[in-house]
DNA sequence: AAGTGGTCTAGACCACAAC
DNA sequence: TTGTGGTCTAGACCACTTT
């Protein structure tokens, strides 16, 4: 649109910024695939003349910026852009029915559970009283083993009784809604969704860094017969993970 | 839920980890309000018997994770977590209007604005032939003269003959749509929603730093009229910025 | 003038990976 | 053993703000 430097923001008059785009450059016009690796940090203080912890902060912002990775011991490499999941919402079927669907190598794996008490603020979205129980599940879910996101489900307990002996073969949430307490599937009510930095499950569990964005989408769902059932958050790395909800049932393309 | 330290990531036996978990627990313990300065880099690496580095490290980790913000010459302040704006979605109100029933100062401006070819990636989106012509607006939404968000309007210029003569006292582009075309109210299609790292635009627009992360929402939108009238894109600031929708219509309190 | 954060140098030692 | 990135030290100079 109009003209702007490769690396956003900072100054372009620091030594290091102007390393970092001398080695964005590089990469783009010699078009570096992914597992070559970059120039040592050592090499390329000596090439330009400037000290190594300069070439460390270039590298730095080339990382934090997604163009490049670093492994201890063996180097610098060029980024792997993945090509993001889209995870296209529909308000009748699941998250997991979706992606179970979609591809053949889908995973669901229970982390941890408690049953506690409900909180003050979850008095009115699951219309309980103070001191009824909820359960709460921390779950992965993978494709190709690699865990694309960490979600956390809420569900008042005296809708599900006994909800921990449903756990094993635990494959989706509403197949034991439905299958195990003869509910209806549960539809979404409502869906919020924000940007956020990762805390210390999304690092934990997502293998990603501290500088990447986190998108995490938070929904309700009910059953005729239960009212609000599930309280339900995803989190998911911002780059490999796109919500998309059409509004009319058509396929759209995009890029 | 478990144990974990304060400051996500990152391995809690260095020396600047220690000492930005003793700056945040400082700050929450003490209860330090966003105006007042935090103890120098000096002072606290003399406390701590270790070099400046170190607590410049521990205060950037700090930034980055949104706890401190840092001004050259005067010193480190607590972060002043502004209370988040709600987008509240909805598929017959356009973001202008939502916004500016909701904040007496809203205020919607146009940045710059070109007219140029139909990308071949928007061919099928727009329905249009190549070489057909789309306006491309960036504009900013400001709430208390604060940018909470940079859009980028493309509409294609079949439907909006001349649309330039009508950007004076511009306030909302459906406005224009209705009032000067005579077209319904756009209704929106499909929205798709993704966390993202700040580009350039965002960091100079937003007055963000580079580690905050952004929401972008894509939408398109439709009139029985012209079909896909506008496909919309919004950037807004991650931690201040949530994207709510409720499909049915019920007012629903968030956390 | 003194104090603050921001950039940079020159060097040390460590953990890890490859040869 | 050598090379890689990761942490840390001790110091210099600069830009900016306050006194």
Known sequence: MDNRTLISGENPHEKSMQIAEKILA?????????????????????????????????????????????????GHFPARRARPLIYKHSSTIGFSEIFGKKYDEYENKIVSWTKTEVKPNELARFGLEEGEMVYRLRTLRLVKGEVIAVCYSNIPAKHVPDFEEHF?????????????????????????????????DDLKYLGISENTPVITIASTFSTAQTGVIEYFIIHAAGDKFILNMDFKNEERADD
Chains 1, 2 share one sequence.
């Open 26 to 74: 590089y990469i783009k016009t010699n078009k570096i695939p992914p597992d070559k690796r970059l120039p040592s940090e050592n090499k390329l203080a000596e090439q330009f003349g400037v000290n190594r912890n300069i070439v460390r902060t270039a590298y730095s912002h080339l990382c934090s910026q997604g163009y490049v990775t670093s492994v201890q011991g063996k």
């Open 168 to 200: 094993e073969n635990y494959e989706s949430i509403n197949r034991i809604f439905m299958e195990s307490y003869g509910y209806e599937h549960p539809v979404c009510d409502s869906i919020s969704v924000k940007a956020a930095n990762a805390n210390s």
